[in-house]
Structure formats: structure tokens, C-alpha cells
């Protein structure tokens, strides 16, 4: 994996073969960033990353200027790899080992944007309870996003948050607004 742009640029992370990751891809992760930087300025962001496994997106956002950031992810070998890299690469990340679920029942945080990358084989209804957690009044700001990474499989245009999809070979990049 690597860092596309931002003071890390073109900078190879190589994580762990051992950690149960499935990276988003640069092209993907390009594209997104691609949206994103059009939509926000990154540096102003209070980010939340959800199912942060390697750190990939953490590190991009960290790379490109933002400084309030949240990795959360339940394995202790993924949670231990962010950590690490962002104190080695001298990234501004707050890592927190935890159950997803667990950690959004507790945290009082809102967010400017939650990015959530969860496991593909997660079920419909686990899926839809994370969007309407994540797209809460008390999670998400009135112009914040919540984005959900997931298979082509998965339809969510009948979500009444949903804003747009994007397909990007496998992978789909759902966009939420505020629960209205």
C-alpha cells in the first residue's frame, strides 16, 4: 500500500501478512480523494475511521493535512500496525483498539466524516445498523458525510440517506448524509 498524496507522498507502507485486512485499493483510494478534496478541506476535518484495519485511509487523510483523527478497529495486530506507523511517521492518529459497535455506543464524538470499511461478509442488517449509527445527529455534523466501503452485491439506493454511489472495480463507496 501507499500514500498517493499529501506530505507522505508516493511513501510505501508494507503491513503485516498476518493481519485479516483487505486494503482499499489505490485506485479506489484515489478516486475517493479525488471527491473528497473537492468537497472538503482536509485539514479542517474532525475524521472518524471505522474498521481502520492497516490504517490506509488514516494515513491518506493524516498525509494530506488532517489532524483530529480516529482509527478504530477491533484486532490488536491492526490497532498495534497503526499506531506504530503513524508514531514512526509522525502522524497525527488516535488509535483505539475496539469493537466498532462497542466504541460508537460510547463515544460522544461528532464527526465531520466517517469513513467505515467494514468486512464483506457482513449481513445487511449489520450493515444498516452502522449507517444509521454513523449517520446520527449525534455522530455526524449537518454537512458531514458518512462513507461505507462494500461489494457491488450490496444496494443501498433505497436508503433515505443515501446521497450517491461510486463503483470502483469490486468495491463501492456509498455516500450517507444526517439521518433526516
Known sequence: MRIISGTHKGRRIKAPQKLPVRPTTDRA????????QNQYFLPDLKV?????????????FASRGTT????????????AFIRTTAENL???IATVKSDVFSYLERSTGIFDLIFADPPYDFSEEQLLELID???APDRLKPEGSFILEHTKEKDFSG????SESRK???????FFELKK
Request: aromatic fraction near 10%; glycine fraction near 10%; charged fraction near 15%.
Open 29 to 36: 483510494k484515489e478516486a475517493l480523494f479525488n471527491i473528497l
Open 48 to 60: 472518524l475511521d471505522l474498521f481502520a484495519g492497516t490504517g490506509n485511509i488514516s494515513f491518506e
Open 68 to 79: 483530529d483523527l480516529i482509527a478504530v478497529d477491533a484486532h490488536p495486530g491492526c490497532a
Open 90 to 92: 509522525d502522524l497525527p
Open 133 to 135: 449509527l454513523c449517520t
Open 159 to 162: 436508503h433515505p440517506s443515501l
Open 168 to 174: 470502483y472495480g469490486g468495491s463501492v463507496f456509498s
